[in-house]
């Protein structure tokens, strides 16, 4: 009997990527300076952020969003997203999605596939959505 074995190569969609890398990372970066710069509870910035005060701990302390790096002029445009954060807290959201919509512009999911999805980028052919 013939047995035919396929294999199959797993990857990460650009989506996933943002869901486990890119948005905890910015997650992070925002809990630091929440509670750092601005001296915010735990519970507070996690809140504003979408998270529990155990989140905000883990990311300070290293254990969430280590595998990567956000570029400097995206650590930039946190750091102003957390002022007006502080300014206005009901903007919290939008600022994530803003940052987001620039990590997505700079193609910041790309330099993470290359690191996790070895042999993927030469199939893609991604581009960010014109207005995202």
Not at 4 to 23: D, N, T
Not at 30 to 49: E, I, P, R, V
Not at 70 to 77: A, D, F, G
Not at 103 to 114: A, D, H, L, R, W
Request: glycine share 4%.
């Amino acid at each position: 009997m013939l047995t035919i074995v396929y294999l199959i190569k797993m990857y990460s969609l650009p989506q996933e990527i943002e869901v486990w890398y890119i948005i905890p990372a910015i997650r992070k970066e925002l809990s630091k300076l929440l509670t750092g710069k601005y001296k915010m509870t735990f519970d507070k910035a996690g809140s504003l952020l979408g998270i529990s005060k155990a989140a905000v701990s883990q990311y300070l302390k290293n254990k969430r969003a280590n595998k990567i790096k956000l570029p400097k002029e995206i650590k930039k445009e946190i750091e102003k997203s957390a002022e007006i954060i502080v300014k206005d807290e009901k903007l919290a959201l939008r600022e994530i999605i803003r940052i987001l919509t620039l990590t997505k512009k700079m193609k910041c999911s790309c330099e993470i596939c290359k690191k996790y999805n070895h042999g993927i980028l030469n199939q893609c052919k991604m581009m960010p959505v014109d207005g995202e």
